[in-house]
């Protein structure tokens, strides 16, 4: 059995799906690994948690429109045959690398604030 993902996204833009996740997994294992290193008890009841995960997810949800812009300009601007979709999943490679080291990058910034 197939996953609905891959049955209704076509193949060109299956990449900001996974690219997307990809952010938002990142995202939230910085924001938790924030919440357990910033040492406020008060921090870890269901309430205050509930609202940091989820005024961080709105926000990151806000930020991942930005961070897709350039993998679906790749999906609408190359075209879909054979040979481009070598070059599709070079690029888009490419740029899942640049933008996941921005994100990393970032993250550590952030987690060295603490100190």
Known sequence: MSSPISNSTPPRFRVLVWAGA???LVNFLL???LVVFDGDPSNF???NSLLI???GL???FGSLTFFLIPFALLAILIPDCPRARKA???LASACLFLALLVVLIS?????AVLE
Request: glycine share 14%.
């Open 22 to 24: 990809l952010f938002l």
């Open 31 to 33: 924001r938790l690994g």
């Open 45 to 47: 009841l269901p309430w």
């Open 53 to 55: 995960f989820a005024v």
């Open 58 to 60: 709105l926000f990151d």
């Open 88 to 90: 599709h999943g070079v």
């Open 107 to 111: 993250s550590i910034a952030e987690g």
